[in-house]
């Protein structure tokens, strides 16, 4: 097993997962992008950073995908230290629940919390495993969940409901693998400009200037880069199923 440490990041070809990738390119990690999506441009810049890249073409979803994927990085990098768990889509119709569909729901569910889940169980086993050889060396687990996980939106209802399983299986996930060392954390992301909030962004716009956030400005995708490298450098070793909220203070109850 070699020195360096290594992260593998989920829907790493662009937005918030390529921004998480150079992040923890900089950090010092060399890095696993794993997308359905060709993700050349995200390892380009992980090896601009000085680091080695790695693009593992596959879908989260497909048990075959996720056991080659961590086969890949296991031939390639010998080791992994951090997963995060950032791929996730939401609705392609946004539609009211009382008329949402049932392929919609199969296919955001699938993405966004069977994929992850059975990835993590996957990357999980093989860290309990490294462990034995390793017990100092320090491997955490990120989800990237949302807002969403409690602020319903009824006109993407499954999106809301996926994140909030999201955000169980991070506490999952915590309480399983704290007695082997390794931590296990929660993002969520406010509003964050991304291909996502395209389509909302003048309905956004004015809801922040109206002071939906404490805080008057869209997120960015370096801003939720920035609390997935807190958790890969390890501190917050003492803390397990943390929520970082990444928001602008949405989150606040403010009278």
Not at 43 to 51: D, H, K, L, Q, S
Not at 209 to 232: F, H, M, N, S
């Amino acid at each position: 097993m070699g020195n360096q440490r290594v992260a593998l990041v989920t829907g790493g070809s662009r937005g918030i997962g390529a921004a998480i990738a150079q992040r923890l390119a900089a950090e010092g990690c060399d890095v696993a992008v794993f997308d359905v999506l060709e993700s050349a441009e995200t390892v380009a810049a992980i090896e601009a950073a000085g680091r080695k890249g790695l693009a593992v073409t596959g879908d989260v979803t497909q048990a075959a995908d996720r056991a080659a994927a961590i086969e890949k990085i296991r031939a390639t990098f010998g080791r992994l230290d951090i997963l995060v768990n950032n791929a996730g889509v939401a609705p392609k119709v946004r539609a009211d629940i009382l008329e949402a569909t049932e392929e919609s729901y199969d296919r955001v569910m699938t993405i966004n919390v069977k994929g992850p889940y059975f990835l993590t169980q996957a990357a999980a086993n093989w860290m309990i495993e490294q462990g034995k050889a390793s017990p100092d060396a320090w491997r955490c687990i990120v989800n990237i969940s949302s807002a969403s996980a409690y602020a319903p939106s009824t006109g993407r209802g499954e999106y809301c409901i996926s994140k909030a399983a999201v955000s169980m299986a991070t506490k999952l996930w915590a309480a399983r693998l704290a007695e082997f060392g390794i931590g296990v954390y929660e993002i969520r992301p406010g509003i964050i400009k991304t291909d996502m909030t395209k389509v909302v962004t003048e309905k956004y716009d004015k809801m922040i200037a109206d002071g939906l956030t404490p805080i008057k400005r869209w997120g960015y995708p370096e801003d939720i880069a920035q609390a997935v490298g807190v958790c890969a450098r390890g501190d917050l070793k003492f803390s397990t199923a943390e929520v970082i909220n990444v928001d602008g203070g949405f989150h606040l109850r403010v009278l």
